[in-house]
Nanobody, 125 residues
Framework: QVQLQESGPGLVKPSQTLSLTCTVSGGSITTNYYDWSWIRQPPGKGLEWMGAIAYSGSTYYSPSLKSRTSISRDTSKNQFTLQLSSVTPEDTAVYYC?????????????????WGQGTQVTVSS
């Protein structure tokens, strides 16, 4: 059973960088052919795929967030991390990490089989 757990600050000030870590247990983040995504859901809105890091270490980003997003990993800890820079109150959301396999040729098209429980991040001064 794969388990994912998000961690990080629940409150971030505007213009700062949001940093979240997803710790994975029960499976390796380097296992073929799974990609590891960050997804968020702002209040009252749908899910938004932000980006992913592949089992190979390659990274993929949503075009709308690419300029502010960075995803990295620490294979020794079986963790991957999201950094979102220059945050505004519009970045307030529940942030999820998830494991998925490619479901199409387009960026961000995945079938997810495991999700973290999500973590609330509020951007406010």
């Amino acid at each position: 059973q794969v388990q994912l757990q998000e961690s990080g600050p629940g409150l971030v000030k505007p213009s700062q960088t949001l940093s979240l870590t997803c710790t994975v247990s029960g499976g390796s983040i380097t296992t073929n052919y799974y990609d590891w995504s960050w997804i968020r859901q702002p209040p009252g809105k749908g899910l938004e795929w932000m980006g992913a890091i592949a089992y190979s270490g390659s990274t993929y980003y949503s075009p709308s967030l690419k300029s502010r997003t960075s995803i990295s990993r620490d294979t020794s800890k079986n963790q991957f991390t999201l950094q979102l820079s220059s945050v505004t109150p519009e970045d307030t959301a529940v942030y999820y990490c998830a494991r998925g396999t490619r479901a199409g040729l387009g960026v961000g098209q995945y079938e997810y089989d495991y999700w973290g429980q999500g973590t609330q991040v509020t951007v406010s001064s």
